[in-house]
Structure formats: structure tokens, C-alpha cells
């Protein structure tokens, strides 16, 4: 990976945990100048960071308007969920048909952070971890980036609907969906997880 690229990955993700946390206001544009000047670069790794944004779904490119923040609408998040719930348990199955024990830290680690998270940023940060380390052991790349970035988006709402009534307390569904990964159980960890989805 070149420089630029590395530059154009650094503030494409900061930007969009900045959109997702919403200190980004939905419609707002994202100006190259002061992204640069912002970063100190030039404007190519902002272009590509850009780019980013608008393949994530985090931000929409208009002509003559440029690049704004995105703005979700209600059936935006009923259709991100619709597909959170079709693929996330059919990569969560294949997960656990390919889980090892080297995989149980990281998805522990994850796990422990969220129970003790003691504010919503960090809790919504360890949570979307956790979601994707039990995914992870699928070995699905394709299926885990499009995952990814629903997840994202999921966040973004979390941010703007829940953010403020957060409180802290211990996820009983994260430990059973790693009960039942321990336990080869993929029918169970797949309940549970349809089960967790539809809360949100």
C-alpha cells in the first residue's frame, strides 16, 4: 500500500466515524480544501478518502453539488436491517463451522469492552468490533466488506436514535452467540444473533 493510499484509508475512516458519530451533519459538504488543509495533503488522497465515503454509503456525489454527507431516511434503515438480518447469519454459520479456539480472544476481547464500556461512543465502537470478529472466522472477504458497511450504517443510526438513552449493562446475546460458537451449536448462535438484529 503506497503513502497516498495509506493517507486517502486515515481520513476516509475518520471521517466517516465523525458521520457515523454524527458530528457530521447529514447534507453537509464535504469541501476538498479544507479536508487538505485539515490532513496537510494534497488533494489527491482526499479525492480517493471521497471516493471512500461515497462507496461506503456514508456520503452521496452530485454534480455541481459536490460531496455531502449522507442522509438516511427511515425505509433506508429498514432496508439496512433487512440485509443485516439475511446476511450476517448466513456468514455467522459459516463462522462457526470454521471456528478455532485462536479465534475466541479477539472475539472475547471485543466482548468484555462492550460490558465495560462506560459511554455510548466506546460501547457502539467495541460492539461493531464484536459483530465482526464473530463474523470473521467465515472467511467470506466479499460478503464481511458489504457486512461492514451496513454495520456502519446501523451505527450511524445507533448515534442519532439511540445515542442519548444509552446505559451501561452486560450483553447476554453476545455471550450466548459465543456459547453457541464454542460449542459448534450454528442453529443456536444464528437464533440468538436474528434474535439481537431485531432489537436494534
Do not use: Y
Request: net charge positive; proline share 3%.
Amino acid at each position: 500500500m503506497t503513502n497516498l493510499s495509506i493517507k486517502s484509508e486515515l481520513i476516509a475512516d475518520t471521517i466517516a466515524e465523525e458521520i457515523i458519530r454524527g458530528e457530521q451533519s447529514p447534507g453537509a459538504r464535504l469541501a476538498q480544501d479544507a479536508i487538505a488543509s485539515r490532513f496537510q495533503c494534497s488533494h489527491v488522497p482526499v479525492r480517493e478518502a471521497l471516493q471512500r465515503l461515497v462507496q461506503m454509503e456514508l456520503a452521496t456525489s452530485e454534480p455541481r453539488k459536490g460531496v455531502r454527507v449522507v442522509a438516511l431516511a427511515s425505509s433506508d434503515h429498514v432496508e439496512i436491517q433487512e440485509m443485516r438480518l439475511a446476511l450476517e447469519p448466513l456468514a455467522l454459520r459459516l463462522a462457526v463451522t470454521n471456528f478455532q479456539d485462536k479465534n475466541l480472544k479477539e472475539i472475547e476481547g471485543h466482548r468484555l469492552s462492550c460490558d465495560d464500556a462506560t459511554d455510548a461512543i466506546s460501547w457502539e465502537s467495541a460492539n461493531r468490533a464484536f459483530h465482526m470478529a464473530i463474523l470473521k472466522p467465515c472467511g467470506r472477504p466479499r460478503l464481511l466488506r458489504q457486512i461492514e458497511e451496513l454495520q456502519r450504517l446501523s451505527a450511524h443510526r445507533f448515534h442519532t436514535k439511540w445515542h442519548q438513552n444509552w446505559v451501561q449493562s452486560s450483553d447476554r446475546d453476545h455471550a450466548s452467540i459465543v456459547r453457541a460458537m464454542q460449542s459448534g451449536d450454528a442453529a443456536a448462535a444464528c437464533a440468538v444473533l436474528v434474535r439481537h438484529l431485531k432489537r436494534a
